[in-house]
């Protein structure tokens, strides 16, 4: 168990004033510290705006001087008795006394574990705050930073965070503000654990998510049945953010259980067009270039984020009547619920992305990982996925 302290008596209790509980779990002991307080000035801002109620959970792990500890706590919006003005009070649940590894499983598990034993409400929805780099593994490219969380030198890998939300009560939703985490491999990997993923295709800026609107959207969220709806609004309201004007976006909601199926049909389509994948191999730089790409040559000067709609319709191109009865098969494949982008996405001007064939989805594209030894590492790795298995051989 973590080293803990449990509220005194004299501690204002958490109380739970919704059906709907919001943990937003922040791994920030890392290069986004500093952005920790002013997200969470827009969440008390988004609860002092909301018409209805959400009990809004904060899991805080930063490097802040002075508070640098790991805390769990509930924004609670309450009313002044005198001027029955709203404002937000911190009500802790945990106050841990000793620094802890954020990004160990065994600890997401305790910390969810813990919100919702507090607040066992009907719909129940997660936020990961970190770095994000998909399912690219820590251990393999340690000079970036961006991965699915990170703590100092520690790094949450996909799978970790599977296998810490299977000790958990299952999730509604999962929304990522993290780089690179609307793909088809998050998907897929946490399909059983939550019902939508929610997060952007490209990086994302670190100024956050628009959580002054987003949260009281989320709010209006009262039962399961209206979780999809309100997700989906919530890309909408994305896309009105002026927060992404200088830099662009991407935004999507996926829904995990059409994963599998997604999945197994690629490696159907990938299995029935062996040529294609060996032109891929042979020479990727002839290729990559008509796919819609999502930035970021992490591996030598590969890209490794594609647009799944672009590779399927390569190749499918020339395909028989087999081919185009898988093609059929993906398209009808409803996983993207809701997506919205910009024009164009910048990552503070090193490179300029044109988002005109973004439709939604990312991915890998196995064929295009770099050279040999390099793609040997990555290959190894992409099949730790539960979606890397399935399409690369079709378990």
């Not at 501690?11 to 791994?27: G, V």
């Not at 009990?55 to 924004?75: A, C, E, H, M, S």
């Not at 662009?248 to 294609?276: N, P, Q």
């Amino acid at each position: 168990a973590t080293a803990c302290d449990h509220k005194s008596n004299d501690d204002p209790m958490p109380e739970t004033k919704a059906d709907h509980t919001l943990l937003i779990y922040i791994a920030g002991d890392n290069s986004l510290s500093s952005n920790c307080k002013d997200n969470i000035k827009l969440m008390k801002k988004g609860l002092l705006n909301s018409p209805d109620d959400i009990n809004l959970l904060i899991y805080k792990d930063n490097r802040d001087t002075g508070d640098g500890l790991p805390v769990l706590f509930q924004l609670k919006r309450t009313y002044d008795k005198k001027t029955n003005a709203a404002k937000i009070d911190t009500v802790y649940i945990q106050k841990y006394t000793q620094d802890l590894n954020s990004c160990d499983p065994s600890v997401m598990a305790e910390v969810v574990n813990t919100a919702f034993k507090s607040f066992n409400t009907t719909v129940k929805g997660m936020e990961l705050w970190s770095h994000g780099l998909s399912w690219i593994p820590s251990y393999q490219f340690q000079p970036s930073t961006r991965y699915i969380g990170q703590d100092n030198n520690n790094f949450l890998e996909l799978w970790d965070i599977r296998k810490a939300l299977e000790q958990c009560p299952k999730l509604d939703y999962i929304s990522f503000d993290a780089c690179f985490t609307g793909m088809a491999e998050v998907a897929h990997e946490l399909d059983g654990v939550c019902d939508y993923i929610y997060g952007p295709i490209t990086e994302i800026m670190s100024f956050g998510f628009p959580y002054d609107t987003m949260l009281p959207i989320l709010a209006s969220c009262k039962n399961k049945t209206s979780v999809e709806s309100a997700l989906v609004e919530c890309v909408d309201d994305f896309s009105k953010s002026s927060s992404f004007d200088r830099f662009g976006y991407t935004i999507t909601l996926l829904k995990t259980e059409k994963a599998d199926d997604l999945a197994t049909a690629v490696a159907k389509l990938r299995k029935a067009s062996g040529i294609k994948l060996t032109e891929l191999s042979a020479n990727p730089k002839a290729y990559e270039a008509r796919m819609q790409h999502y930035g970021r040559a992490v591996v030598g000067t590969r890209y490794v984020f594609y647009d799944l709609a672009d590779y399927v319709d390569y190749m499918a191109e020339d395909g028989d009547a087999n081919i185009q009865a898988i093609l059929s098969e993906i398209n009808s494949n409803n996983i993207v619920v809701a997506y919205a982008n910009s024009p164009y996405f910048s990552d503070g001007g090193l490179e300029k992305i044109n988002l005109s064939g973004c439709k939604g989805l990312g991915v890998s594209i196995p064929e295009f990982f770099g050279l040999t030894s390099q793609q040997e590492k990555l290959i190894v790795c992409y099949e730790l996925t539960k979606w890397g298995r399935k399409v690369m051989n079709g378990v």
